[in-house]
């Protein structure tokens, strides 16, 4: 597996929305996402707030990334207990702002494979996870992100989305220092 780096370049890039944006933070919003899932593969929430209004909204997404984090300060008390749910298994991983490590797209493959729903706490950010979280998983997942201070992001998996966003990937290739 590969390391990813985010160049200066891709940054204004990668704000830009990939799916169906979802004016709003709240529960509000969590709740008009769910009303147009359309029973998908596997659930994917990327962040700390859409992961805590979705579950408060009464959906457990199969995989959750989250860091504790709201832009770029930490999340309150409110949302890191909220972002815990009873029947998520918790594994740790570490991945360093502006990458997505080896260890990040392992642990995403291994939740995907699991029958429980899986929470991926990130030491370090999580905010590029939806890149490898679409690309890895199966066609008719959907992968819901938040864009701060716009909404949230539902990116409903096809094949031509796949490899929208696998040509991004292959722009982030991390450079071999010398």
Same mark, same amino acid.
């Given at each position: 597996?590969?390391?990813?780096?985010?160049?200066?370049?891709?940054?204004?890039?990668?704000?830009?929305?990939?799916?169906?944006?979802?004016?709003?933070?709240?529960?509000?919003?969590?709740?008009?996402?769910?009303?147009?899932?359309?029973?998908?593969?596997?659930? @994917?929430? !990327?962040?700390?707030?859409?992961?805590?209004?979705?579950?408060? *909204?009464?959906?457990?997404?199969?995989? %959750?990334? $989250?860091?504790?984090?709201?832009?770029?300060?930490?999340?309150?008390?409110?949302?890191?207990?909220?972002?815990?749910?009873?029947?998520?298994?918790?594994?740790?991983?570490?991945?360093?702002?502006?990458?997505?490590?080896?260890?990040?797209?392992?642990?995403?493959?291994?939740?995907?494979?699991?029958?429980?729903?899986?929470? @991926?706490? !990130?030491?370090?950010?999580?905010?590029?996870?939806?890149?490898? *979280?679409?690309?890895?998983?199966?066609? %008719?997942? $959907?992968?819901?992100?938040?864009?701060?201070?716009?909404?949230?992001?539902?990116?409903?998996?096809?094949?031509?989305?796949?490899?929208?966003?696998?040509?991004?990937?292959?722009?982030?290739?991390?450079?071999?220092?010398?």
């Amino acid at each position: 597996m590969k390391k990813y780096c985010l160049p200066k370049e891709l940054r204004d890039e990668l704000r830009k929305s990939y799916g169906e944006l979802f004016s709003g933070d709240g529960v509000e919003t969590a709740r008009n996402i769910i009303k147009s899932l359309n029973n998908p593969g596997k659930i @994917i929430s !990327v962040g700390d707030i859409v992961t805590f209004n979705l579950i408060e *909204a009464g959906l457990v997404p199969n995989i %959750s990334l $989250v860091d504790h984090r709201t832009k770029r300060v930490q999340a309150s008390d409110k949302i890191m207990h909220g972002t815990k749910h009873p029947r998520f298994r918790t594994v740790m991983v570490e991945n360093p702002p502006g990458t997505i490590t080896e260890g990040l797209l392992q642990e995403i493959s291994k939740a995907l494979l699991s029958d429980n729903p899986v929470r @991926i706490f !990130v030491k370090g950010e999580e905010d590029l996870a939806a890149l490898p *979280a679409i690309t890895m998983s199966p066609v %008719s997942s $959907v992968v819901i992100y938040g864009l701060p201070d716009e909404g949230a992001v539902l990116v409903r998996v096809t094949e031509q989305k796949k490899k929208e966003i696998q040509s991004l990937l292959d722009k982030m290739e991390c450079k071999e220092e010398k």
